[in-house]
């Protein structure tokens, strides 16, 4: 297969490990939020589960929006903390302007930028992700065409958006010629193989396929990611 034009990838999990860089940030949010505000009773975490539940059941929005959701928690945390509206909104902002940075404090899985900055050359590289990272952040976003997230298309991967929108400024490219990878089985594999896009699975934790859906090519390891994609769509 040598057809493909456009390389779409996920963030979260797949240039990154994200789980010790949300915990990072929230905690470091959480420690600048009580040395202003006092304690705050954050709760387990099913207590934080229910109050995004009871949130999204509100604001359909915040199923999407990730960002304003975090506001929202914060928000609700703080309602009987501070009175004033007014005070009250600048410390929320406040909260999430640190938590954000600190969310952009990755460490790149080894081997993720020197593939993407050969890949450039040859391919038109974008970015879908769910989350709110912003690649154009890091030096690697110099390599993207573009980046999509949930709430430039109101809906969350496996929906269609994120891969109808990144077709968008390319009319001779068809889903045929896109090639999506992503570490998460649903989201990413699943959504794209639906739609007739070509996958491949980043799959760091040799994690079994549980899916009904072909098993797809894989890979653990980005130091092998540029011979696979030769291997698998350059030499045929």
């Known amino acids: 297969?040598?057809?493909?034009?456009?390389?779409?990838?996920?963030?979260?999990?797949?240039?990154?490990?994200?789980?010790?860089?949300?915990?990072?940030?929230?905690?470091e949010t959480r420690h600048w939020l009580e040395e202003k505000v006092g304690i705050v009773e954050w709760g387990s975490m099913k207590d934080l589960l229910s109050i995004r539940k009871e949130l999204?059941?509100?604001?359909?929005i915040l199923e999407w929006d990730i960002s304003l959701l975090r506001k929202e928690i914060y928000r609700d945390k703080l309602k009987n903390i501070i009175t004033d509206d007014l005070e009250r909104e600048k410390i929320v902002e406040e909260s999430y302007r640190i938590f954000i940075d600190k969310r952009h404090d990755v460490i790149f899985y080894e081997g993720v930028f020197d593939s993407i900055k050969e890949l450039s050359k040859h391919y038109k590289l974008?970015?879908?992700?769910?989350g709110n990272a912003d690649i154009y952040k890091f030096e690697i976003g110099k390599f993207f065409d573009f980046s999509i997230s949930s709430v430039d298309v109101k809906s969350n991967k496996p929906d269609e958006p994120h891969f109808s929108?990144?077709?968008?400024?390319?009319?001779?490219?068809?889903?045929g010629e896109v090639l999506h990878i992503g570490d998460d089985r649903t989201n990413d594999i699943y959504g794209a193989h639906v739609l007739g896009i070509n996958t491949?699975?980043?799959?760091?934790k040799n994690e079994?396929?549980?899916?009904?859906?072909?098993?797809?090519?894989?890979?653990?390891?980005?130091?092998?990611?540029?011979?696979?994609?030769?291997?698998?769509?350059?030499?045929?």
Not at 56 to 60: D, L, R, V
Not at 166 to 175: F, G, M, P, Q, V
């Open 1 to 27: 297969m040598n057809d493909i034009k456009l390389i779409t990838f996920d963030l979260d999990d797949t240039f990154w490990d994200i789980e010790p860089v949300i915990i990072k940030a929230e905690m």
């Open 56 to 60: 999204i059941i509100k604001n359909p």
């Open 126 to 130: 974008g970015v879908l992700t769910n």
């Open 165 to 175: 929108k990144a077709l968008d400024n390319y009319e001779n490219i068809s889903y």
């Open 200 to 204: 491949l699975w980043f799959n760091r």
């Open 208 to 236: 079994n396929w549980d899916l009904e859906i072909p098993e797809p090519k894989q890979f653990c390891d980005w130091n092998n990611f540029l011979h696979l994609i030769k291997d698998e769509y350059e030499s045929k």
